[in-house]
């Protein structure tokens, strides 16, 4: 826990969640241990579209779909979101959830390797939201990077680990020491950048919300 829980528990209380086929995939990915977006995260991440109103959205770790179709639904303008998969296990659920939020026709579902599959991208993205292989985050960016519009949002899920990532890699468990040294020059990477503007927040698992500056 990154925040104390009593914090969090209050936090949570104020907020209104879900409704509908959203309630019911966020339900069943709970049910059946599919990580999807905490519930602060989703209240930050649909203030940001309510603020942003990105029209084009790329994502890359798709799931089962819920946070696709949470950002199809909480955005108040219309959108197109490209998202990205590789586990084929889950890519017919997402697809089926997709189909039952109706809102498919918004969402494009690229199969696949997201490292391979970025290169490919074309097109700048108003919104990017990184909630993939989190080992993978350092080598996604350079083409993330590449496809953000300038004044455009990156949000990074999942960045603090539970809080791992403030402790040295000799106390971390060993077999999420890559995890742990990976994640650690991600942020470095995002922090010094100079083409990037960027806020670590204790969000949820941790959030990285990143600028791309206009100039």
Request: aromatic share 8%; charged share 25%; with cysteine.
């Given at each position: 826990?990154?925040?104390?829980?009593?914090?969090?528990?209050?936090?949570?209380?104020?907020?209104?969640g879900?409704?509908?086929?959203?309630?019911?995939?966020?339900?069943?990915?709970?049910?059946?241990?599919?990580?999807?977006?905490?519930?602060?995260?989703?209240?930050?991440?649909?203030?940001?579209?309510?603020?942003?109103?990105?029209?084009?959205?790329?994502?890359?770790?798709?799931?089962?779909?819920?946070?696709?179709?949470?950002?199809?639904?909480?955005?108040?303008?219309?959108?197109?979101?490209?998202?990205?998969?590789?586990?084929?296990?889950?890519?017919?659920?997402?697809?089926?959830?997709?189909?039952?939020?109706?809102v498919?026709?918004?969402?494009?579902?690229?199969?696949?390797?997201?490292?391979?599959?970025?290169?490919?991208?074309?097109?700048?993205?108003?919104?990017?939201?990184?909630?993939?292989?989190k080992?993978?985050?350092?080598?996604?960016?350079?083409?993330?990077?590449?496809?953000?519009?300038?004044?455009?949002?990156?949000?990074?899920?999942?960045?603090?680990?539970?809080?791992?990532?403030?402790?040295?890699?000799?106390?971390?468990?060993?077999?999420n020491?890559?995890?742990?040294?990976?994640?650690?020059?991600?942020?470095?990477?995002?922090t010094?950048?100079?083409?990037?503007?960027?806020?670590?927040?204790?969000?949820?698992?941790?959030?990285?919300?990143?600028?791309?500056k206009?100039?």
């Amino acid at each position: 826990m990154i925040v104390d829980e009593r914090f969090s528990s209050y936090i949570n209380s104020l907020n209104e969640g879900n409704n509908g086929i959203l309630y019911e995939i966020e339900r069943e990915a709970l049910n059946t241990d599919v990580p999807i977006i905490r519930t602060e995260t989703q209240q930050f991440i649909r203030t940001i579209l309510h603020e942003h109103k990105p029209v084009a959205i790329l994502e890359v770790g798709t799931a089962i779909g819920f946070s696709s179709v949470f950002m199809a639904v909480n955005n108040p303008v219309s959108c197109h979101i490209t998202t990205i998969e590789n586990y084929e296990k889950r890519i017919p659920i997402a697809k089926e959830n997709f189909k039952r939020a109706s809102v498919e026709d918004r969402i494009t579902l690229l199969e696949g390797d997201a490292t391979e599959i970025l290169k490919e991208l074309t097109g700048e993205f108003d919104l990017i939201f990184m909630d993939a292989a989190k080992a993978q985050y350092i080598n996604f960016y350079p083409d993330v990077k590449r496809l953000l519009k300038k004044g455009g949002i990156l949000l990074s899920d999942n960045v603090l680990q539970d809080g791992d990532i403030v402790e040295s890699r000799f106390i971390v468990i060993r077999r999420n020491r890559t995890i742990h040294k990976r994640m650690r020059e991600y942020l470095y990477t995002l922090t010094h950048d100079d083409d990037m503007v960027t806020s670590i927040l204790p969000i949820g698992d941790g959030v990285a919300f990143s600028v791309k500056k206009e100039q």
